[in-house]
């Protein structure tokens, strides 16, 4: 394809050619739905062929759909330069080595608002031209071990994700970076939770909710303060570092099996669940939120386990959830499974006869709640304990996704129930707690007067 249609096919591609309009041109664009101008920009090859992307002088995008375009005309042209100009990154003794691995997109990128490119940084004299901020916080090392979106992400990714957190770690790095998209961050966040247990440094997993040709993006904040852990902390875990408040002001370092992501385009997506938070981050301290925490050490002592049953799957109950669907699940030969219940573990009655069935094939079954917040507790109702007694093991407050991880894990080291049961109800990373913290569940419900109150008093 040429570079001057770089990236479109389809009906978008021949509307290009149709009006002479090349990528990078100044654009004026009529359609049925009113008139645009900007720069058009490339697209991915996973993008669809039915829209023309247009970067708006805002500095925000707009995809325009193909069919409604009636007229469209090329006001000027800047031909883009893709790339960012290395500039050797400063080493200097007195900063601490940070290795950084990236599994997909980019970690980084700035924005040339000549052409409205967004260009993508990974090697470290690329950081440091797109975040030149990096230099005053540590010595930076970069790996590329993959380039997939985060929904791509599985165990053959997770496994030799873990492998490189091990040779960092023994090739003396005071911390680990790893730069993941935010949907399935999670997820990650969890599996390596277990498969790198107890590491004496810390392993910071970091994204951004809005790229950086957005004005508001959390790019270069979330990365600094990254880096800055990774360097720093005192907290040596499996954490996802990500925007805290809805200003600058710091992010917040959450417990890799206690974190989920909570909002489709918030930057303050990402909240712990059932805890608070284990610090707050900037580029000049990590400030320590409890002291339930494993503490950074000097030794270089590491195990990883990196087992992982992939036929095992994850639940979610609903009202008018029929049999078929967990036939279908024993019938494919599925090792294990997570539910995801109603209130405090359940399932309606109807359901009872196939998860025996179930049990009784040699399924591992387990259940969560889909509350999120708070334990399960099946020996309160009659629905419980008759799930009880059918062979269902409840997972205390661990959340769904950190059990189907872990079941995923456990399952991947033994098949037998006695085993995996001991695994599944033994803390290792913080993914079942003795108690939720009083503050752990906060939610600000709108419209009362006194959250109105606070807003107006701290907020705006």
């Known amino acids: 394809m040429s570079d001057l249609f770089k990236g479109y ?124 901020e990096l230099a005053d916080i540590a010595n930076l090392t970069t790996k590329k071990l993959f380039g997939i979106f985060s929904e791509d992400m599985g165990p053959k990714q997770y496994i030799p994700l873990a492998e490189a957190c091990k040779a960092a770690i023994e090739e003396g790095y005071a911390g680990i970076v790893i730069g993941h998209g935010t949907d399935t961050l999670h997820h990650t966040a969890g599996i390596l939770s277990f498969m790198v247990p107890k590491p004496p440094i810390p392993i910071v997993l970091v994204g951004s909710q809005r790229s950086s040709d957005r004005p508001s993006s959390d790019a270069a904040l979330n990365l600094m303060n990254a880096v800055f852990t990774a360097a720093h902390s005192p907290i040596a875990e499996v954490m996802v570092c990500m925007f805290g408040p809805t200003s600058d002001q710091f992010d917040l370092l959450h417990r890799g099996t206690r974190v989920r992501k909570m909002h489709s385009s918030y930057r303050s997506t990402f909240r712990t669940i059932g805890d608070r938070p284990l610090a707050t981050v900037n580029t000049k301290e990590v400030v320590t939120l409890t002291a339930d925490f494993n503490p950074r050490r000097e030794d270089r002592t590491v195990t990883i386990n990196t087992a992982f049953e992939e036929r095992v799957t994850l639940l979610y109950y609903y009202p008018n959830l029929n049999q078929d669907m967990v036939e279908a699940v024993i019938e494919k030969g599925y090792k294990g499974l997570i539910i995801a219940g109603t209130g405090l573990g359940h399932v309606n009655r109807n359901l009872f006869p196939v998860f025996r069935r179930a049990v009784e094939s040699g399924m591992h079954i387990y259940m969560t709640v889909q509350t999120l917040w708070g334990y399960v507790h099946m020996n309160v109702y009659d629905t419980g304990r008759y799930l009880l007694d059918l062979g269902i093991i409840p997972c205390e407050n661990m959340l769904p996704e950190v059990a189907y991880m872990k079941l995923c894990w456990a399952l991947g080291q033994s098949k037998d129930r006695e085993e995996v049961r001991r695994i599944m109800l033994t803390p290792i990373a913080g993914e079942i707690t003795l108690r939720e913290a009083y503050d752990g569940y906060i939610v600000m419900q709108a419209g009362l007067p006194e959250v109105d109150e606070f807003l107006t008093k701290h907020l705006l």
């Open 9 to 132: 096919k389809g009906p978008a591609l021949e509307l290009l050619k149709k009006f002479n309009i090349r990528v990078w041109s100044d654009a004026a664009v009529k359609t049925t739905r009113g008139d645009f101008r900007g720069i058009v920009l490339p697209r991915s090859e996973n993008d669809d062929d039915r829209h023309i992307v247009l970067k708006l002088a805002t500095g925000y995008n707009v995809g325009i759909d193909a069919g409604t375009v009636s007229g469209m005309e090329e006001l000027g042209y800047k031909e883009a330069h893709y790339k960012i100009p290395e500039k050797e990154f400063p080493v200097s003794r007195e900063k601490k080595n940070v290795k950084l691995l990236g599994t997909g997109g980019t970690i980084a990128s700035r924005l040339d608002y000549k052409t409205g490119a967004v260009i993508p940084a990974f090697s470290p004299g690329e950081l440091y031209g797109a975040v030149p």
